[in-house]
């Protein structure tokens, strides 16, 4: 077996401070993504807070609308109670949905 002018030099072997991989790679996206998370903390946009004030809007109470000619109209605020189990109609205000997309 040769060996190449390098080995028969001693020339620096692997050891365990040297860095094999994307490394930098690595370290900057965690980097990135510790910063996002600080910016989106400051900014009171990260999911849990939004959950958070979400759920603290949709339990409001709020007055229920009543109509003198029994007519239901747009913007009218309903609770819709099944009779039998005694159980209401809930609904998420702020799920988005695409008609027409298949």
């Known amino acids: 077996m040769q060996f190449t002018p390098q080995q028969l030099a001693g020339a620096q072997r692997y050891g365990p401070q040297t860095r094999v991989g994307n490394w930098l790679e690595d370290t900057c996206l965690d980097e990135s993504k510790i910063a996002d998370f600080r910016k989106r903390k400051e900014q009171g946009s990260l999911t849990m807070g939004f959950t958070q004030a979400k759920m603290a809007l949709c339990n409001q109470p ?41």
């Open 62 to 102: 709020v007055p229920h609308s009543y109509s003198s000619d029994g007519k239901l109209r747009f913007g009218d605020t309903v609770v819709v109670v099944h009779q039998t189990s005694n159980a209401a109609l809930a609904s998420d205000l702020f799920d988005e949905i695409s008609f027409g997309s298949k």
